[in-house]
C-alpha cells in the first residue's frame, strides 16, 4: 500500500510539471540551445530556453499544441514581438523575439496599433479569435527587442499562476550528454570570528578537472573557523552547443549529511530578484562572476530549496578534519562532483569594525536622513542586515548637487528605494528638466536615475546603490535620417528609415505623420533605429508626401524632421 500511495504522488508531481503531456516542436529545424531555463542573468532568472535559429532569422515557429492565442505583445525591448497560447492541459506556451507573425494575425496587430496610434502594445485577445491547432504555423523567428542575436525564446508557464516552468521536463529533442562544468569553489566567513585561510575576508580556490573528477587546485586540506559558507562557480552546456547555460541542481554535503539543495524546476517572476541572494552579488559586481551560494540570506524568499539545514551556514569549531561535497546534476542526471576537506582551525580574530552611518534591518522599513539627501527604505529591500554608509564629494562641471556616495554598489537592493537630493529652488523653465542621474566620478560620465523636481528637492526610485546627483536635461533627441531628404525622391521604395538617440534621459515617444494622418514606425531600441514600411491601404503612394516626425525624450525636449518627398 505504501509503495503505491508513493507511486501516486510521484505521477501528481510529474502531471503539475507537465511530464506527462507531449508537445510539437516549436522549430522544425534541429533544436540546439543557447540558453537554459533559471539561467543566472542580470537582476533575475532566465524564464525559458533560447533556441538557435542557425544563426538567421525568418525560421518558421510552429505552436507546440492546439488552443488559443491569448496575448500579443510588441516592444522595442524585452521579447520584442512575443506570443501567448493557452493550451487545454492548463499552461500556456510563449513564443518571443519573433521577426513577424503570421499574415491574419500580424494584420491584427497594425490595425491595434493603428487604432492606439502607438508601437507598443499589449494585446488581450478574446479566446474565439485565433484559435490555433497543434504543429500550426504561427510566426517567424527574429531577433527583436533586448535579443543578442537571433534565436527563439521559448517557455512554458502555469496558465493560472503565470508561473514559468522548466521546459526541459516535457521530451523535446534537445540532446544532453554533457555534465556541468566547475570552474572555481569559494568559503565565505559569515560571522565576525569566521575566517577562511588564517584570512577573515572570502577566497576563491580555482578547481581543476583530473583522472576524470573535480577538484581544488593542488588538492589543499583548507583551514576554516566560525561560521561559513559555500558558493560554487559552474555552468552546464548541451551537446551541440558551446554557450553556457545554468544549473538545473546544486547539492551539499558536510560529512556525508545533505544540508543545502535546490532545483531549478519553476519560479515566479515576483521572485525572480532573488537571484541577487541566490547569488555572491558583491563578487559579481567586483570580478564579473557568478558564484552561486550555498546558504540562505534571511531575506531570501525564492522556493527553489528542497532542502535547507541550518540556511546551509556550517558552524566550523571543533578543531577537526570535514569532508565537503558538492554535486551539481542537469535534468538528464549528467552530474559533476567536487570533493574536498576542511579543517577547523582557530586564529584570532581581530574583530575590526568597518565604521557606517546606520544599520538598516533587512525585514522593516528603513530611513536615513541627513544634509541635503533623504532615502526611504521600503520593508524588505534587503536580503540581510546592511551597515550602511554615506560620504558627499563636490558637484563636478554640469551637476547641480553635490554627488552623494551612497553606500557601496556591491550590496544588493531587492526592492526600489526612494532617494531625495536637495538642490534649492530652480526655475520654472529648469525645474521639469531636473533629474536624478548616476556618476561614474572616475570617468565623470553620468546616467539617468529617472526622478522629479518638487520645492527644492529631485525624488526619484533607484534600485541599485552607487553615486548619485542631479542634473539637467536640457538637450533634445537626435534625429539622422537614412532614406529621406526634403524635396527629393526616396532612397528606399518600401520604408522611411531613421536612426534616433537622446543623451540623458531617454526616447520616450515617437510620433511621425504622413500626409496629416498618424504612420506607424517599428522602434528596435538596441539599434535604434525606427522604421516606417509604406502601407498602400492606408495611404495614397504614388503623390508627393508631406511627412513629420517628433521624437521627445522622458524630460519634454523634442526634436522635429519634416519633408516632403515623393517615391
Excluded at 441 to 469: E, H, P
Aim: aromatic content about 12%; overall charge neutral.
Amino acid at each position: 500500500m505504501k509503495q503505491i500511495t508513493i507511486f501516486f504522488l510521484l505521477f501528481l508531481s510529474l502531471s503539475a510539471l507537465g511530464q506527462t503531456h507531449e508537445y510539437a516542436n516549436p522549430v522544425k529545424i534541429p533544436m540546439f540551445l543557447s540558453g537554459s531555463f533559471a539561467e543566472l542573468r542580470s537582476n533575475h532568472f532566465h524564464s525559458g530556453i533560447d533556441i538557435k535559429t542557425q544563426g538567421v532569422t525568418g525560421i518558421p515557429i510552429y505552436a507546440v499544441d492546439a488552443g488559443y492565442i491569448a496575448r500579443i505583445a510588441v516592444s522595442p525591448s524585452g521579447f520584442g514581438h512575443a506570443l501567448y497560447i493557452r493550451h487545454a492541459n492548463g499552461t500556456t506556451s510563449v513564443y518571443g523575439h519573433l521577426k513577424s507573425f503570421r499574415d491574419d494575425i500580424a494584420n491584427y496587430v497594425k490595425n491595434s496599433q493603428y487604432d492606439r496610434e502607438s508601437f507598443r502594445v499589449d494585446l488581450q485577445i478574446p479566446k474565439d479569435m485565433f484559435s490555433v491547432k497543434k504543429g500550426e504555423m504561427i510566426a517567424l523567428s527574429g531577433n527583436t527587442g533586448s535579443s543578442g542575436g537571433p534565436h527563439l525564446h521559448f517557455e512554458i508557464r502555469d496558465s493560472e499562476t503565470e508561473e514559468p516552468m522548466n521546459p526541459l521536463h516535457y521530451p523535446f529533442p534537445i540532446k544532453d550528454s554533457t555534465p556541468p562544468r566547475i570552474y572555481a569553489l569559494m568559503i565565505e566567513p559569515l560571522n565576525e570570528y569566521g575566517h577562511v585561510d588564517y584570512r577573515e575576508q572570502k577566497k576563491t580556490f580555482p578547481v581543476v578537472f583530473v583522472d576524470g573528477k573535480y577538484q581544488i587546485q593542488n588538492n589543499p586540506v583548507i583551514p576554516v573557523y566560525g561560521l561559513i559558507g559555500f558558493g560554487i562557480q559552474s555552468n552546464d552546456f548541451f551537446d551541440g552547443s558551446n554557450n553556457r547555460c545554468g544549473v538545473y541542481s546544486i547539492r551539499m554535503f558536510w560529512d556525508g549529511e545533505l544540508y543545502y539543495s535546490y532545483k531549478m524546476d519553476r519560479f515566479s517572476f515576483s521572485e525572480s530578484r532573488y537571484i541577487n541572494s541566490h547569488i555572491d552579488y558583491e563578487e559579481y559586481i567586483t570580478s564579473k562572476r557568478r558564484f552561486q551560494k550555498t546558504w540562505i540570506d534571511p531575506g531570501n524568499q525564492l522556493r527553489i530549496y528542497d532542502y535547507v539545514r541550518n540556511n546551509g551556514q556550517l558552524r566550523v569549531t571543533d578543531g577537526n578534519i570535514h569532508q565537503v561535497r558538492l554535486e551539481l546534476k542537469d535534468l538528464q542526471g549528467n552530474t559533476s562532483i567536487l570533493d574536498f576537506k576542511a579543517e577547523s582551525k582557530w586564529q584570532q580574530p581581530s574583530l575590526a569594525e568597518t565604521p557606517f552611518d546606520q544599520l538598516l534591518k533587512y525585514n522593516e522599513s528603513n530611513r536615513f536622513r541627513t544634509e541635503g539627501i533623504r532615502i526611504d527604505f521600503p520593508e524588505n529591500s534587503f536580503y540581510t542586515d546592511v551597515k550602511f554608509s554615506w560620504n558627499k564629494k563636490p558637484a563636478q562641471q554640469g551637476l547641480l548637487s553635490a554627488i552623494h556616495v551612497v553606500h557601496q554598489n556591491t550590496t544588493p537592493l531587492h526592492s526600489s528605494a526612494t532617494l531625495s537630493i536637495e538642490t534649492g529652488k530652480l526655475e520654472k523653465k529648469y525645474s521639469d528638466k531636473a533629474l536624478l542621474v548616476r556618476v561614474d566620478t572616475i570617468s565623470g560620465k553620468i546616467s539617468a536615475a529617472g526622478g522629479n523636481y518638487d520645492d527644492g528637492w529631485v525624488s526619484g526610485d533607484i534600485r541599485s546603490f552607487g553615486n548619485y546627483a542631479v542634473a539637467l536635461d536640457t538637450v533634445p533627441p537626435r534625429i539622422v535620417p537614412l532614406s529621406i531628404k526634403n524635396n527629393a525622391a526616396i532612397t528606399e521604395s518600401s520604408r522611411i528609415r531613421f536612426r534616433i538617440s537622446d543623451d540623458l534621459s531617454g526616447i520616450n515617444k515617437i510620433e511621425g505623420t504622413l500626409d496629416g494622418k498618424w504612420a506607424l514606425f517599428e522602434y528596435d531600441a538596441k539599434t535604434s533605429l525606427i522604421t516606417h514600411y509604406f502601407d498602400a491601404e492606408r495611404f495614397e503612394l504614388e503623390k508627393r508626401h508631406q511627412f513629420k516626425l517628433k521624437v521627445t525624450d522622458y524630460k519634454g525636449n523634442k526634436s522635429t524632421y519634416e519633408a516632403s518627398f515623393w517615391k
